[in-house]
């Protein structure tokens, strides 16, 4: 019987896109690298490439096999963004649409064989059109092998791996830098007996760059309580360390010890080169014991207090005639 499998067109883009022990700080994955040709002064760790609307711009990238045997790589460029989990620099797949460094730039092959512990070096030009907008264009250049791994086991996964070496192009212009913070939302965790375990929130919000610059925000968190007692005040580490220009990330922030009973405020600063933002949301801590007596107290008197209005307009309040005594 035929395995079936799911392929990851995601490629489990084995995206070694960070720095690695190989030329010019090579993208890297143990097998190949994908890196930027080194000139005679100094190497070069991504393409940092700057042109005006109109402008061709070339440049060569290096392929390299660290392999036994030959290996045959599809060469395409791609846009980049930010991934939703994390934030993370990610690429574009080659079945997506290009809009940017992916469809402006062409590789002089678009499959290239490299042999057993060599690497072969390939032009490639880069195209600004006309009417490019300014600021950054991150992008990148990929080496995919197109074999599918289809794994071991009844149900096995189909994966493709790709390596690619950044591209951080910047179209000349003016350059708006700005960033904004939206959707905070406080969700609490509470032991259904107050004082007995322990309390929790997570504080959730979307980080979003709304400038055409690539940023590094960083995040001021601060929890407020009743008559303005400060709760939380903390900078956030688990924030992208590239945010792209026009790319927006879901967070969250884990608030362990949260109050079990407050009112109060949260408020969420971002900022970056020349921009800074916030926005707050508030939240009412109440243990959830707490809250179905308040409930049940609630419902229980407005029923009662419905009853007398009745009993009152009925002239239950004196019979009629009563002799006082």
Not at 201 to 207: D, F, G, K
């Amino acid at each position: 019987m035929r395995k079936p499998y799911a392929l990851l067109l995601s490629l489990l883009l084995s995206l070694f896109l960070a720095a690695a022990a190989a030329p010019a700080h090579a993208a890297d994955n143990g097998s190949w690298s994908v890196y930027p040709a080194a000139s005679r002064i100094a190497a070069r760790p991504y393409f940092y490439l700057s042109a005006d609307p109109g402008q061709t711009i070339d440049d060569k990238v290096v392929v390299s096999n660290r392999t036994s045997r030959p290996l045959t790589f599809r060469l395409y460029a791609a846009d980049a963004y930010n991934t939703a989990r994390d934030g993370g620099f990610a690429v574009r797949t080659v079945a997506e649409r290009q809009r940017g460094v992916g469809a402006w730039a062409r590789p002089a092959k678009t499959r290239v064989t490299v042999p057993a512990h060599g690497k072969v070096t390939v032009p490639f030009t880069l195209s600004v059109p006309e009417g490019a907008e300014p600021g950054d264009h991150p992008g990148a250049l990929v080496a995919l092998d197109e074999r599918i791994d289809k794994g071991d086991g009844a149900v096995a996964l189909g994966v493709q791996r790709a390596v690619a070496a950044r591209v951080y192009l910047r179209v000349g212009g003016p350059t708006v830098p700005a960033i904004a913070v939206e959707d905070v939302h406080v969700s609490h965790h509470q032991p259904l007996v107050p004082g007995l375990g322990n309390s929790g929130a997570t504080i959730s919000y979307t980080l979003r760059n709304t400038g055409n610059v690539t940023l590094n925000p960083k995040v001021e968190l601060r929890a407020t309580g009743l008559f303005g007692r400060t709760l939380l005040a903390r900078d956030l580490v688990k924030t992208p360390g590239e945010l792209l220009p026009g790319q927006r990330v879901r967070l969250s922030e884990p608030w362990r010890g949260a109050p079990q009973l407050d009112w109060g405020n949260v408020k969420l600063t971002a900022s970056a080169k020349s921009t800074r933002e916030s926005a707050s949301a508030s939240f009412f801590a109440l243990p959830w014991l707490v809250a179905v007596v308040l409930f049940v107290a609630i419902v229980v008197g407005g029923v009662l207090g419905v009853r007398f209005r009745l009993l009152r307009r009925r002239g239950w309040s004196r019979p009629r005639g009563a002799a006082a005594h």
